[in-house]
Each structure stands twice: as structure tokens, then as C-alpha cells.
């Protein structure tokens, strides 16, 4: 049975727009991105290992707009639109909760983050292992 609604978490790595473009060219449904901003006096933040500072928070949510407003015109050269949202926490977990208070069907998302350093290798790929394991829908890795 197709999906009526899939969501793609975005971490502005080239994995996570493949599966952008690959959730626009397979599915002809409602798509939803989402850019989870890790708290950065979390485990799962760069914030977890560097000192925190509202100048780095900052920097987070720009970053996070951009990698949605990058998402907007790949959807928009593919000739569709996608609902967008920026929520903060545990990056696994927000995504779960997403899919289960949005009526998602199907997850795409790429296997790990992009070329930023290690650790962020590291952390993103434990996020997909994290949402294969406790999604309550299909969902796609893109590798």
C-alpha cells in the first residue's frame, strides 16, 4: 500500500537530501521535512562535547532554516511542495514523536550525516539505527 504522508528528516547532509530527492521522486503523496536542533547541552549535540553559548544556539537555528529553506526549492524545481517544521530535542526521538502526532506513514532518511567531522558521522547514523528501531512505520534509509 503507498504512503499518504512521508516525512524526511533533514540534517543538511548530502544523504539526507538524496533521500529528499529520492521520498519526491517515489512517492506522490504529502511530504513532510523536518530539522530536529539538538539542545546543545545534549549528548547528542556538538554542544555536548563543546561549550555551549547563545552565539551557538543561534548559529543552530540558521542553520536549521537553511537546511529547510534548501529542502523548499529542491521540492519546488521537482515541480512539488513539502510542509516544513524545525523542533528541538533528542533528534531520534523527535522524530518518532513526530511521525506518531502527524499521521506519517513512512520515514526516508539518510543512513548518516555528511563530511562535518566524525562524531557528527558517528551521532547521525546512531539517529537512523535509533528511528529504524523505534518508528512505528516503514521506513527508508537512503545510504
Same mark, same amino acid.
Given at each position: 500500500?503507498?504512503?499518504?504522508?512521508?516525512?524526511?528528516?533533514?540534517?543538511?547532509?548530502?544523504?539526507?537530501?538524496?533521500?529528499?530527492?529520492?521520498?519526491?521522486?517515489?512517492?506522490?503523496?504529502?511530504?513532510?521535512?523536518?530539522?530536529?536542533?539538538?539542545?546543545?547541552?545534549?549528548?547528542?549535540?556538538?554542544?555536548?562535547?563543546?561549550?555551549?553559548?547563545?552565539?551557538?544556539?543561534?548559529?543552530?537555528?540558521?542553520?536549521?532554516?537553511?537546511?529547510?529553506?534548501?529542502?523548499?526549492?529542491? /521540492?519546488?524545481?521537482?515541480?512539488?511542495? *513539502?510542509? #516544513? $517544521? !524545525?523542533?528541538?530535542?533528542? +533528534?531520534?526521538?523527535?522524530? @518518532?514523536?513526530?511521525?506518531?502526532?502527524?499521521?506519517?506513514?513512512?520515514?526516508?532518511?539518510?543512513?548518516?550525516?555528511?563530511?562535518?567531522?566524525?562524531? /557528527?558521522?558517528?551521532?547521525?547514523?546512531? *539517529?537512523? #539505527? $535509533? !528511528?529504524?528501531?523505534?518508528? +512505528?512505520?516503514?521506513?527508508? @534509509?537512503?545510504?
Amino acid at each position: 500500500m503507498a504512503p499518504e504522508h512521508v516525512l524526511v528528516p533533514l540534517d543538511g547532509s548530502p544523504l539526507a537530501d538524496e533521500a529528499l530527492v529520492h521520498a519526491l521522486d517515489t512517492f506522490d503523496c504529502r511530504v513532510s521535512v523536518l530539522n530536529v536542533v539538538a539542545p546543545l547541552d545534549s549528548g547528542m549535540s556538538e554542544g555536548g562535547v563543546l561549550e555551549p553559548g547563545e552565539e551557538r544556539q543561534t548559529e543552530a537555528t540558521v542553520r536549521a532554516e537553511a537546511v529547510i529553506e534548501r529542502a523548499k526549492r529542491r /521540492a519546488e524545481e521537482a515541480g512539488r511542495e *513539502v510542509e #516544513t $517544521a !524545525v523542533e528541538t530535542g533528542d +533528534p531520534a526521538e523527535t522524530i @518518532v514523536e513526530y511521525v506518531e502526532n502527524h499521521d506519517v506513514d513512512q520515514v526516508v532518511m539518510g543512513g548518516h550525516g555528511g563530511s562535518r567531522n566524525e562524531l /557528527a558521522r558517528r551521532l547521525l547514523g546512531t *539517529v537512523s #539505527t $535509533a !528511528v529504524v528501531s523505534e518508528a +512505528p512505520v516503514t521506513v527508508t @534509509v537512503v545510504r
